[in-house]
């Protein structure tokens, strides 16, 4: 069965530092990997996904992840950050191939930016 | 375009009623997946429709069901509801459906509607 684990139930970070959300997961086989965010009160955003190719994958509002096979990792990470960017993000990993797609999502991690 | 649209968005039920939650997905999306959020819980899938067809389910009782309508709208119904069925609950839409993961499949959500079980 595939997991998700985002050890981190919150970060904080002061406005303008570099910032990493950490993932990792577990899947049989190749995955698919994607990251969401959630405003208070909204439903999740995409932010960007990995499919193949390029380890580093980017999104929408500066971010993106980088993908780790032998770590079983996909940390998202942004340069500097902005006090907007404080949200609830949550990972996702699916299968690529065999039985179901449904993705699972990991627990969330609440992103705390400080002025 | 638009985007997932849910109805409606909060909603407050007694203990024993039953409730229908209503998904219009991004058009021309023909998958319709719905989540429950909680706290403690975390997002959890309930189940995806394709088609029409309920294609996947996830581990929740028979008394959380499902439907899609031949314009890819779906409804989910909650029968007796119980207190731990306050949430918040997801439809996502995808153009695609579940096991044709060759393209990376991303679904999109709706705001949400907010269940609460007094």
């Not at chain 1, 303008?16 to 995955?31: A, D, E, R």
């Not at chain 1, 993106?64 to 950050?81: G, I, M, V, Y």
Request: aromatic share 12%; with cysteine; hydrophobic share 30%.
């Amino acid at each position: 069965a595939q997991s998700v684990a985002q050890p981190e139930d919150q970060v904080n970070v002061a406005e303008g530092n570099p910032l990493t959300v950490k993932c990792t997961y577990s899947v049989s086989g190749n995955p698919y990997l994607f990251w969401y965010v959630q405003y208070p009160n909204r439903g999740l955003q995409f932010l960007l996904k990995y499919i193949t190719g390029d380890n580093l994958v980017k999104g929408s509002y500066g971010f993106e992840a980088e993908f780790n096979k032998s770590q079983t990792s996909f940390h998202l990470k942004k340069p500097s950050a902005l006090v907007s960017d404080s949200a609830l993000y949550y990972c996702a990993v699916s299968p690529k191939s065999g039985g179901s797609y449904i993705p699972t999502f990991g627990r969330g991690t609440s992103l705390i930016v400080h002025p | 375009k638009a985007g997932v649209t849910q109805t409606p968005r909060y909603l407050i039920k007694t203990r024993g009623q039953q409730v229908t939650l209503s998904c219009s997905p991004i058009s021309g999306h023909r998958s319709v997946s719905w989540y429950q959020q909680t706290p403690g819980q975390g997002l959890q899938f309930l189940f995806e429709y394709f088609s029409e067809t309920q294609r996947n389910k996830g581990n929740f009782p028979g008394r959380f069901s499902g439907r899609q309508f031949s314009n890819s709208r779906s409804e989910m119904n909650v029968s007796t509801l119980e207190l731990g069925d306050s949430a918040l609950y997801l439809c996502a839409s995808s153009s695609t459906p579940s096991g044709t993961g060759a393209v990376g499949n991303t679904i999109y959500f709706g705001e949400g509607s907010w269940l609460t079980v007094v």
